[in-house]
């Protein structure tokens, strides 16, 4: 019995099961979406499927660093802390950073049709790992830092996988790799201790910037300051904003009474070399995912029913 990419759609809306996991399924029930579901049943696929709808905000964020000194974050969510910390869990997560430096996909639709050992693709071993693990697992997201010919790539880990960070540094004029490793990773704790939401002022969207001095206009003249005066109070106020918000404007978390801009400065004029920031990236696990509260007397009702 033949079978269309649509009898493929209709198997994967009713099971929640992988596009290539249904095709091959009707494939082999012939068409039959009985003995197809039947199939993915057999396999443990359909099992694992029904834990996809449950919330995994929990997980870990892991960094991996190629030889070649290309460096990436991941984050990989799963439903509690206790399976975060499962050594099975972590080191499927770190194969994952590895395929992410070495395979570089666009984005993590293209991940999971990477190869992946032993299973053949990473949403096969993921699949795998929800049925031996027992919890939902899905890989979120993740970004890969290239390194190169003057350029210097740091990551850090905090709290066990709780926040993860890449920074890379451009550099010349020296080859002190141990004290520009240091600056990085100073950087680094900076960002994962004060969170900063873009790099420099220069980063910051027009839009976000427009709508913070429409506010603090508004702040302002509320105070009662007279227009013109405000202007230059928003101003000021402004250049305070970047100062918490854009990662070389902060202030130093080893030494406040500098900025970060102001130590890179510092440590380059030390080394007689010229050194820059070029990009950071800072993962935070679970955050912005919707977490679900259980009422336990509801589920303890629900049990009794």
Request: charged share 30%; with cysteine.
């Amino acid at each position: 019995m033949a079978f269309t990419a649509k009898d493929v759609m209709r198997l994967r809306e009713m099971t929640g099961v992988g596009m290539m996991d249904c095709k091959k399924a009707l494939t082999d029930s012939e068409g039959d979406f009985d003995k197809a579901i039947e199939l993915l049943r057999e396999k443990g696929l359909a099992a694992a499927a029904k834990k996809a709808g449950r919330i995994a905000a929990d997980g870990v964020v892991l960094t991996y660093t190629a030889d070649n000194g290309d460096v990436a974050v991941v984050e990989v969510n799963s439903e509690t802390d206790f399976v975060a910390k499962n050594p099975e869990f972590q080191a499927f997560v770190t194969n994952i950073a590895k395929i992410v430096v070495t395979e570089k996909p666009a984005d993590v639709a293209a991940l999971l049709t990477c190869a992946y050992p032993e299973f053949g693709t990473v949403e096969a071993a993921r699949m795998e790992k929800v049925q031996t693990i027992g919890e939902n697992i899905q890989i979120r997201r993740f970004a890969i830092i290239n390194g190169g010919e003057g350029i210097l790539n740091d990551s850090y880990i905090h709290m066990g996988g709780k926040i993860g960070v890449l920074v890379s540094l451009g550099y010349t004029g020296t080859n002190d790799t141990a004290a520009l490793t240091e600056l990085a990773h100073d950087i680094a704790l900076q960002a994962a201790a004060m969170n900063p939401q873009w790099l420099n002022p220069e980063a910051v969207p027009a839009e976000t910037v427009a709508k913070e001095k429409e506010i603090l206009m508004a702040q302002t003249i509320e105070e009662g300051k007279p227009e013109k005066v405000a202007a230059r109070i928003v101003e000021g106020r402004i250049n305070k904003f970047y100062q918490e918000n854009c990662l070389i404007e902060q202030a130093f978390v080893k030494e406040n009474k500098i900025s970060v801009k102001q130590h890179i400065a510092d440590v380059a004029k030390n080394l007689g070399a010229t050194i820059e920031v070029k990009s950071f990236v800072r993962f935070e696990k679970g955050e912005g995912i919707e977490k679900r509260e259980d009422n336990l007397a509801d589920e303890v009702a629900k049990l009794v029913k």
